[in-house]
């Protein structure tokens, strides 16, 4: 009852979405893109196709590299190299910051549009849009991995000094989730909220109280898996560096089946060494500012290139698992009362508009000043529409949630 209350006051008391064109776009790629250590490339930038081969090579500075993340605000890549954040796009790297505390190991975005960096002892965070530093957590022995738990918003921490997987809440809070030996690597799925653990040789389920379901054991890039991603189609791109051989490999979680490598090396000194994976500005739709409190208005940016001059239909939810299968693609939100109000209603609720000619539109969420509205947890999506495509649906965003904020 409180979720429909306070979806029809989302929704139908002064809450809109209004469509108009970026700003400031840039061309993208949609290629998958590797930080690689040293090897025969070196410290680099590695850039391949949807299903390779390797496309582009952009060489980073010396120093310990560390893991790429899509970074929708700006348009870049961000990739750690030492004590330094490094950013790439149209084949321009740059530093971004340097001087940090600790050599960064982990890079993840909060909804927030804050860089998280899981550094040694501490995770820090950089939020370029209200310009300001923070350390997220503390007391870590080794900070090794940071992902953001798109179903709560809290964090997803790997301390590998003690091979433990801790949740860290918004106000900066830990708990332990699970134990588990040699734990290298992990990542949200967005399908059901649970996540994907790595760890020597083993690919586990994770559900978010820790209970963990072995996957698989013996595949390729499971021996030293340095980082994974899952795509929008579902499928689990797994890199392994450090480790003979080297490579990146995808997985099928819902059928168990691991695919030919994309790319797969000997070693590192024959090819290359990856370190972190991600999809260049994968993250199709995502706040592009820094606020979601009581009374304000939350930004979102749609980047989708290849769908410029399109239509587009967004929409709200509560909830982002199971979803709702569209055509050839699932849309992470659930049919609740927040979805089905959000759509019916469009003289208040705007959720439509055309991509620009690069593919790109901005979105905004005017959230009503109601004290009560603070702690809901909201999810937001769009479908393209093609009627030429099964059933009209050209493609569907990522998954994208937020808390409403309490008024400061």
Known sequence: MRYFMYGLVLIGTLAWLVCVPAATAQPVTGEIVLSNAGGLYGNAVIAMGRFGPITTILPLPAGAVGGVVCNQVGNEDLIAVGNEIWGVNNGIVRKLAGSLAFPVQGLDVDEDCTWLMAAGPAVLGLNPVAGKRTTVAEGFKNASVVKWNGSDGSLLVIDAGDNTIYAVARDGTKRIVA???GVKSLCWNAYTGHFFVAAPDILYDMT???????????????????????????????VQGNAEPTGIYSYYAHSGRYNRPYVESPSAALGINPMGVTVDHYR??????????????????????????KSFVAALSFGHAPGLRLGNYRLHLNLDTLFSTSLSIPAI???????????????????PNVAGLAGLRIFIGAVVLDPSAKDGVAMTTCACGFTIQPKE
């Open 208 to 238: 978010p109280g820790g209970v963990l379901t072995t996957l698989d054991t013996g595949k390729p890039g499971l021996k030293n898996t340095t980082d994974m991603f899952l795509r929008n189609d579902g499928m689990l791109l797994v």
């Open 179 to 181: 134990q588990v030996p």
């Open 349 to 367: 609720f705007q959720n439509y508009g055309q991509l620009g000619t690069s593919g790109t539109a901005r979105v905004a969420l005017a959230i």
């Open 284 to 309: 199709s739709i995502w706040p592009v500012g820094a606020t979601s409190r009581v009374g304000e208005t939350v930004r979102f940016g749609l980047n989708l290139p290849h769908y410029k001059g």
